[in-house]
Nanobody
Framework: VQLQASGGGLVQAGGSLRLSCSASGRTFSTFATAWFRQAPGKEREFVANIKWGGDRTDYLDSVKGRFTISRDNAKTTVSLQMNSLKPEDTAVYFC?????????????????????WGQGTQVTVSS
């Protein structure tokens, strides 16, 4: 599976961006997918994830109510709609996919769970 992220850019605080991640491979619909981000000098941080069927999601507390993750298995894409952006959202955003299965959805917050990673797209929010 190869992942290609796009949609990053420069936006003013309060603005919106939509990130997209295009995946190759027929098995994408069986993978959990997620977005992580990494700011300079900081560790990679979980942002949001979505279950293979799209029926369950999870979010970092600081983005709840502002970000929405979605997926289209027919188009093998996963998106992250980001509204009300803040300067602290500035980071490189990565999409990721996991072929692992675990009944505990909290398990999917860890970056080590994910087998495939996109190249990252820069999001910069100015104040």
């Amino acid at each position: 599976v190869q992942l290609q992220a796009s949609g990053g850019g420069l936006v003013q605080a309060g603005g919106s961006l939509r990130l997209s991640c295009s995946a190759s491979g027929r098995t994408f619909s069986t993978f959990a997918t997620a977005w992580f981000r990494q700011a300079p000098g900081k560790e990679r941080e979980f942002v949001a994830n979505i279950k293979w069927g799209g029926d369950r999601t999870d979010y970092l507390d600081s983005v709840k109510g502002r970000f929405t993750i979605s997926r289209d298995n027919a188009k093998t894409t996963v998106s992250l709609q980001m509204n009300s952006l803040k300067p602290e959202d500035t980071a490189v955003y990565f999409c990721a996919a996991s072929k692992k299965y675990d009944s505990d959805w909290a398990y999917y917050r860890g970056p080590s769970v994910y087998d495939y990673w996109g190249q990252g797209t820069q999001v910069t929010v100015s104040s």
